[in-house]
């Protein structure tokens, strides 16, 4: 059994239930004590004008008086109580009811079902409330929808890898492959993958719950890009895609951790060496204005199209699935650069001029 004091209608009622038996009190004490004084008072002076005889007739009035006066207020406190039920029921049902739509509404959350939602009804601090309470439903419902999709990734991405391991085995159980070197080296690069794709994911669930721990300095740009750069020249050799940097002379200091800001630096070159062809060009350009650091890193490789444009950010988001997995990549490079960069208070964004047009990265950092 609920009490009352569990129910907020009852509370209500209660509530103007007390201020009306104040209210009738306080006037039955004032009709009690000082309305038979003031009237005495007035008969008195009456009574000077009209003559000593009025003795008991005043005594009558006065009597009569008090009577009516309480039934008065019995009759008023009787409206007062009729009046006190209908408002508190009304005011109950105004109240109470959304409330006790949303407590349904949050239990159905809580068993699973995101999609639910209250109906917003007013414009008062009810209403709002509703409002944030399906804001919160709407965002819990997405939160539901990438773990799911984040899950299927990983099942998806673990698939290959662990599918190739499994038929090479097969085969030299089998004895159709030679155990020889070769034969070994195409699980060795699977199971690197997969260990590339553990550290991503660790570091990608760091980084999406914010987690990531940064020692940051005021620090001159070049100091990370300068050893991005370095780390990856011999492969853009290799590769014989032209690798130029324009970084201005005096640039100012940002704050960052340059370990993490070399990372973001290595990935953005990275992409841009691989879907860039032989031949082409890769640029990565620093500047600076009052307030901010740019630095872009441009290709002349595949380009991106409008649509890419709009999910390359996204965890496991490739436009070449293929060719990317064969490459080593798993899709969470950017995802994770973005949130390093965002990490430092800045932001990180792609533009291109569409298909085999190339396209620039632009890290953006405040100065420090
Ligand atoms: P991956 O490990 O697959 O490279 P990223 O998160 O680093 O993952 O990149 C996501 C996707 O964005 C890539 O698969 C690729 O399709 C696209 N991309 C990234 N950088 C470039 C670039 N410089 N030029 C063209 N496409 C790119």
Known sequence: MRTVRQHLGWKLFISYLVIIVVGVVSLIVAAEFHAPTALDRHLAQMAT???EN?????ADLSENFRRAVNEVLLVAAMAAFITAVLVSTFVTRRIVTPIQEMKRASQR???????????VTSDDELGELARTFNQM????????ERRRQLIGDVAHELRTPLSSIRSVMEGLVDGVLPAEPATFVNVQRELSRLQRLVQDLEELS??????????????????????AVARLRPQFEDKSVNLHMEIGATLPRVNADAERMTQVMLNLLGNALQYTPAGGQVTVRASADTSQVFIAVQDTGTGLTA??????F??????DKSRSRAAGGSGIGLTISKHLVEAHGG??????????KGSTFTVTLPVS
Do not use: C, W
């Open 307 to 312: 649509e890419h444009l709009n999910h390359i």
């Open 54 to 58: 009025m003795g008991g007739m005043m």
């Open 314 to 319: 996204e965890r496991f988001y490739r436009v």
């Open 206 to 227: 760091r980084a999406e719950a914010g987690q990531v721990s940064l020692k940051t300095a005021p620090t001159d740009p070049a100091a990370f890009i300068q050893p």
């Open 109 to 119: 959350i809580a068993s699973g079902r995101y999609d639910e939602r209250v109906q």
């Open 347 to 356: 932001h990180l964004t792609a533009t291109s001029r569409g298909l085999n």
């Open 49 to 51: 004008i009209v003559g």
């Open 137 to 144: 439903a709407h965002q819990l419902a997405q939160i539901e």
